[in-house]
């Protein structure tokens, strides 16, 4: 009987002790209430409680958390139809109040955030809500935090982590990127043809250039070796004195130059013709007076005598072709 009755308040000391001395974890806090009123909150450690009248409520995680909340439909302002996944991190600072102040937390900041999330995509269009997401969250944290200070909560960041358009949106989306990158290509193309003409004109112009300067530096020492080979014949002319036998005779090797070419249709003599045949005739002539002894001039190997000139002509004249020839007296009617 007596080991039953010290059993009996061995077990009853143990819950005693354990009613009286709570373990608060670090990062947790702990709200007793006395007699079903607030008392205390226990913080992290070693702590006493009055057994029996204290009630701890479950401990409260004073860590940062992170909570997803499902898809929530947002018309913009262009009247689209979006589908927002949005992302919370929030902190509970003072337990007292996120105890007594609101009954469910989680549940407060995702209809506030839905709330807060329609009025600021509303005013927006799809185009900004898709290139404005640092302006979205940072609207959303002004209003979740001023919302949830006296419940004892701090919202750090709000952040969207998906927006979704219709797919009808998203083709046409996707068609203007085609056309806006097709756009950018034709102007690139357009710009790269440009510059490859402006070039290859600069190219021909510096070429062209090149080639006159060379056509030019070319006729420039053409004109002064021609003038020098010019200088050197006028002066070997000049040490060689000719005589008039001499340039006579170059003056007939020159007439066959004169007359070449296919469209050559009249020859015209000049007047210094006679005067060179004259010359001519006249080494001739002394050549066959020294070797044949004193051969009559202007008879040739046998051949008639010389024609008398005309009295009447001028020596210097120049013959015409159409015009009758004196009757040579000499020949036999």
């Known amino acids: 009987m007596v080991l039953i009755v010290f059993a009996v308040l061995l077990v009853f000391a143990l819950l005693l002790a354990a009613k009286t001395v709570r373990i608060i974890p670090q990062a947790r806090a702990g709200i007793v209430e006395r007699l079903g009123r607030y008392q205390k909150t226990l913080e ?14 479950p401990l409260l995680d004073l860590r940062e958390q992170v909570v997803s909340f499902p898809p929530n439909a947002v018309i913009t302002e262009d009247n689209v139809s979006v589908s927002i996944d949005t992302v919370l991190y929030f902190q509970i600072t003072d337990p007292k109040g996120a105890t007594y102040e609101v009954a469910n ?3 407060a900041i995702e209809q506030l955030t839905a709330t807060t999330l329609r009025n600021v995509i509303g005013g927006l269009t799809l185009e900004q809500a898709l290139t404005s997401r640092d302006e979205i969250n940072g609207q959303l ?9 006296k419940w004892g909560i701090r919202v750090g960041r709000v952040e969207l982590k998906a927006i979704d358009p219709p797919s009808s949106i998203l083709d046409a989306m996707e068609k203007q990127m085609r056309a806006e990158r097709d756009r950018r290509a034709s102007i690139l193309t357009a710009e790269g043809s440009k510059q490859s003409s402006i070039l290859t004109a600069q ?6 250039v090149l080639k006159a300067e060379g056509a030019k530096t070319a ?26 036998e001499l340039l006579s005779y170059q003056y007939l090797q020159m007439l066959p130059e004169l007359a070449k070419g296919e469209a050559n249709k009249l020859f015209v003599i000049p007047s210094e013709f006679t ?3 004259a010359g001519l005739g006249g080494v001739v002539d002394g050549l066959r007076g020294g070797v044949g002894g004193g051969a009559p001039t202007g008879a040739v190997d046998g051949g008639p005598p010389a024609r008398a000139e005309d ?3 001028p020596a210097d004249a120049p013959r015409s072709l159409d015009a009758p020839r004196p009757e040579d007296p000499a020949r036999p009617a």
């Open 105 to 107: 937390p989680l549940q």
């Open 44 to 57: 992290p450690g070693l702590r006493i409680t009055v057994p029996f009248i204290d009630r701890l409520l």
């Open 141 to 149: 944290r002004t209003v979740l935090d001023e919302a949830t200070g």
């Open 203 to 208: 190219g021909e112009k510096e070429a062209a």
């Open 219 to 244: 006729a420039v020492l053409r004109a002064e070796g021609e003038a020098k080979a010019i200088g050197t014949v006028f002066q070997a002319i000049h040490d060689g004195r000719p005589d008039r």
């Open 311 to 313: 009295p009447a002509r």
């Open 275 to 277: 005067q060179a045949l």
